[in-house]
């Protein structure tokens, strides 16, 4: 892993933060001081946090899980793509689709169309279609690759998230939490670093800052992979050094044996990994648990899609409160003039009895 420089951070701008008021106290420990109304970053401490949060991410990729980086900024969407794609890591840059992670298998449905629409145009099916129902299809396969194109190869949960901005990424914050899944952020004066396990703090505003950081960050993903692909080689070169063994009796074995104890040992991690491997794979699986896609839904279903938007008018609940006082009113009216009727009557019957009185008197 290369060394991490203060001048190279300090070139790109890393140590600007944001205006004084606009300040978040929890910031306070990285902040070295303010110039201008302008809060300005410890760089020594960005120096320590990049390199922790460079072992983590480099200890994830060895494992072999994803990490999914996450930068829907104007300045940061082209930088992500471009320096994500070289390390053949999922990214979103564009808007952050609602239960990407909480509701996975649904994410994972969607993508599933896009393989459906591609399986069309292989097979000849798509050619079928009338010129409008073409030019739908066409409308949703692009729609689809342009929000989750990027993610097409995630088949599973990813084992972290490296995220630009989390005030902007607040709804991505909030599924990794519920989620239990480790969050590495850039964070800036103005954010709360509580909400990030791996806190790298630096200016998320300027695209050299952030060109910065990412570079620091994909070259120790791309460490991470390399690793793992030298502990694949050397678990298949000690797989074939045990297979070549042969011996014929058991003395010409017993040497062989005790030579080929520690290549065992290396077997047997290997076999363990696979074995995670298809554990997670079937984990996979259950967790997708989605229907295979056909022609025809996805033909309706972009037929459907602009017509979806309009048909929102329910229009029964009104009709009821309205029925309530119709019936309140006719009940009132018909027991109104019985009630009349029984108190006017006792009331004349009185001043009769009183008239009399006063006459015998």
């Not at 239960?99 to 292989?122: C, E, W, Y």
């Not at 005790?258 to 298809?278: F, G, R, S």
């Amino acid at each position: 892993m290369s060394k991490i420089e203060v001048k190279d951070l300090l070139d790109a701008g890393v140590h600007f933060g944001h205006l004084t008021r606009k300040w978040n106290p929890n910031m306070a420990p990285y902040i070295y001081m303010e110039r201008n109304g302008i809060h300005i970053i410890n760089l020594y401490k960005s120096v320590a946090k990049i390199e922790e949060a460079n072992e983590a991410l480099s200890k994830i990729a060895a494992s072999g899980r994803k990490i999914l980086f996450v930068a829907t900024k104007k300045q940061a969407k082209d930088i992500v793509s471009e320096k994500v794609a070289n390390v053949n890591m999922p990214y979103i840059t564009e808007r952050w689709p609602g239960g990407m992670l909480t509701n996975f298998v649904t994410i994972r449905k969607a993508v599933k169309k896009m393989a459906a629409i591609d399986k069309m145009k292989a097979d000849g099916t798509f050619n079928t279609l009338s010129k409008k129902e073409k030019l739908q299809v066409d409308r949703l396969r692009a729609k689809l690759e342009k929000n989750l194109g990027s993610i097409s190869d995630m088949t599973r949960l990813p084992g972290a998230l490296f995220i630009v901005d989390i005030r902007r990424e607040h709804i991505a914050v909030k599924e990794a939490q519920k989620l239990n899944i480790p969050i590495f952020a850039m964070v800036d004066t103005n954010a709360d670093p509580r909400d990030v396990d791996y806190v790298i703090p630096a200016n998320d505003d300027a695209s050299k800052s952030i060109e910065k950081i990412m570079t620091l960050v994909t070259e120790a993903v791309a460490e991470g992979l390399k690793e793992r692909q030298k502990d694949k080689a050397d678990a298949d070169a000690a797989a074939t050094e045990g297979e070549v063994v042969a011996p014929t009796t058991a003395e010409e074995a017993a040497p062989a044996v005790e030579a080929a104890k520690p290549a065992k040992k290396k077997t047997k991690a290997a076999k363990k990994e696979v074995v995670e491997e298809v554990a997670a794979v079937e984990e996979a699986a259950m967790e997708e648990a989605v229907e295979e896609v056909t022609a025809e839904e996805v033909v309706e279903e972009a037929k459907a899609a602009p017509v979806e938007a309009p048909a929102k008018a329910e229009k029964p609940a009104k009709a009821k409160k309205a029925d309530k006082p119709a019936k309140a009113k006719k009940a009132v009216e018909a027991v109104a003039p019985a009630e009349v009727v029984e108190t006017e009557e006792p009331a004349e019957d009185a001043v009769e009895d009183t008239d009399e009185e006063t006459k015998e008197k």
